[in-house]
């Protein structure tokens, strides 16, 4: 046994970041934008938002880093706290067959739940960083939670849509 352990046997091992070192820097050291795809892959279509981070990884964006998850955690606050905007990508039941997308911001929630928020990880990032990403979460139409399927057709459709958004959010920002 190691003589030093740096994570809960619990929690995920890693955190893979896509392109972290890929010059894409803007004002203020800040790279430009980060996807966090999170979601069981093992659950069909929990795991969209995990694909939707794989396939953005696929593009090899200069100016997109992305990381996929099973869950958010408070280990992400230091990683977030680099980019000037985020994607939080998620499975939902409750948006009909579009993806939804809405900002949020560290201001709405200040405590710590059962799970971690993405309003959480921003409220943390503003605490501890004293910076304010611009951050939206995307939530994908999610139907089939059975373990071991693919996503279904209707979610893989919908994961197409939020890359898009998120590919024409990326270059509204840069050209603004």
Not at 24 to 51: F, P, T
Not at 64 to 91: H, K
């Amino acid at each position: 046994m190691s003589s030093h352990a740096t994570e809960p046997m619990s929690m995920p091992t890693s955190i893979s970041v896509a392109n972290p070192s890929d010059g894409s820097v803007v004002a203020k050291g800040r790279k430009r934008c980060l996807v966090i795809g999170y979601g069981n892959d093992l659950l069909g279509d929990d795991g969209v938002g995990c694909y939707i981070a794989q396939r953005l990884e696929s593009l090899q964006h200069p100016d997109i880093d992305t990381i996929e998850a099973v869950q958010l955690l408070p280990e992400m606050v230091e990683t977030i706290s680099r980019y000037r905007q985020i994607f939080f990508v998620d499975a939902a039941i409750d948006t009909g067959d579009h993806v939804s997308m809405t900002m949020v911001d560290g201001k709405t929630e200040n405590s710590m739940h059962h799970a971690v928020s993405p309003e959480w990880l921003l409220s943390i990032v503003s605490a501890i960083y004293s910076c304010s990403p611009e951050a939206l979460l995307l939530r994908v139409p999610a139907n089939q939670f059975a373990l071991g399927e693919p996503l279904s057709r209707e979610t893989a459709a919908a994961a197409e849509e939020a890359i898009v958004s998120i590919l024409r959010c990326v270059e509204d920002k840069q050209n603004a």
